[in-house]
């Protein structure tokens, strides 16, 4: 544990609102505080990629939704690389473009709570998510195109996409 230089008391973890920060235990007699080193003050670390629309050297950047890579050039460029998204393993076809003649699929997302979660590829045209690993095999109880697989107690069991629909399969 670290010591208050003041006093000499220990240092405790204190938050209020979004902040952080270390203050005395020894408080009302002692008033001293610090702030704790937030994600933001993090510094622009250099990637040794060139920047697709100047040149300029690519680098990781700490912003309100947490790290991202941008240019360094910025606010001259302002360009910001995708973030990664990830195919679910099967390329689970989305079931709104199938019926709309595109061609969209179900990809790994992140929420801002840091979630998984699983949206179509052709947003924002199409607007299909679901909260849990979508599954390319059709309800046995009303043909919707695809499952989920739903994990709970170590127990999986598929569960139809479509929330009209109450079919639950048998533990798997």
Do not use: W
């Amino acid at each position: 544990m670290q010591q208050c230089p003041e006093c000499g008391s220990e240092l405790v973890v204190k938050h209020k609102g979004h902040n952080s920060f270390l203050a005395c235990s020894a408080y009302p007699a002692c008033q001293f505080t610090q702030g704790l080193r937030e994600q933001s003050e993090i510094e622009p670390e250099g990637l040794g990629v060139a920047c697709p629309e100047c040149g300029n050297e690519l680098q990781i950047k700490s912003g309100r939704f947490g790290l991202f890579v941008g240019c360094s050039n910025f606010p001259t460029c302002d360009f910001v690389a995708e973030p990664d998204t990830q195919a679910s393993p099967e390329q689970v076809a989305c079931p709104l473009c199938a019926k709309a003649d595109r061609d969209g699929r179900l990809i790994q997302k992140t929420s801002r709570k840091g979630s998984p979660f699983y949206a179509c590829d052709q947003f924002p045209q199409c607007d299909f998510s679901v909260n849990l690993p979508p599954v390319a095999q059709a309800c046995p109880k009303c043909d919707f195109p695809i499952l989920l697989r739903k994990k709970q107690a170590g127990v999986v069991r598929y569960v139809c996409a479509q929330k009209a629909c109450d079919y639950r399969s048998q533990a798997v």
